[in-house]
């Protein structure tokens, strides 16, 4: 099972954060603010972990996402499971 922190950090990676619509504005800066604080969360990470010579951690781990992102997100892995999966793909 994947967890929520690894779903949104995902979502911000790739830049889908950036293409969701909703009416919410108070959403929106969530999700703004959640990204801003993920990607100094990274930078600081990947900083240390080459200062020490070792792989990045999980840097999101600690951080909470909107719940807007990962449930999205969810909700499409499953339906293009559920599609892939009538069409025979695998």
């Not at 909470?64 to 793909?89: E, I, N, Q, W």
Request: hydrophobic share 35%; charged share 30%.
């Amino acid at each position: 099972m994947v967890s929520n922190q690894a779903l949104g950090a995902i979502c911000v990676e790739v830049g889908l954060h950036e293409h969701l619509m909703f009416e919410s504005f108070d959403l929106a800066n969530k999700i703004r603010a959640y990204s801003e604080i993920l990607k100094q969360k990274r930078d600081a990470e990947y900083k240390l972990a080459k200062e020490e010579d070792r792989a990045p951690g999980q840097y999101w781990i600690e951080t909470t996402p909107p719940k807007a992102r990962p449930d999205k997100l969810r909700t499409s892995s499953r339906r293009m499971t559920f599609v892939s999966g009538a069409l025979g793909c695998r």
